[in-house]
């Protein structure tokens, strides 16, 4: 399953819940912080981790699996 690392950058804007159009990324309130809640439903296209103002998230994805997706970003900064 794709991994999405998180670090204390992060300042809960939930921005990355927003932009994420199949919702994968679900927000923790325990722990205030988001998740990918839905890790299969990633299509890896890191919109999450691109708009993210603090810069604070990165998709790790799991080219093991059986599922990839059909549209892969390579630009990541």
């Known amino acids: 399953m794709h991994i999405m690392e ?3 950058a992060c300042t809960g804007c939930r921005l990355c819940v927003a932009v994420c159009f199949v919702n994968a990324v679900g927000w923790d309130e325990e722990q205030g912080k988001p998740v990918l ?11 999450c981790e691109k708009l993210c103002p603090a810069k604070a998230l990165r998709i790790v994805p799991d080219w093991k699996s059986k599922y990839n997706p059909k549209t892969l970003s390579t630009e990541r900064r």
Do not use: H
């Not at 809640?37 to 919109?47: F, G, K, N, T």
């Open 6 to 8: 998180i670090t204390e």
């Open 37 to 47: 809640a839905y890790p299969e439903d990633c299509q890896i296209c890191v919109y």
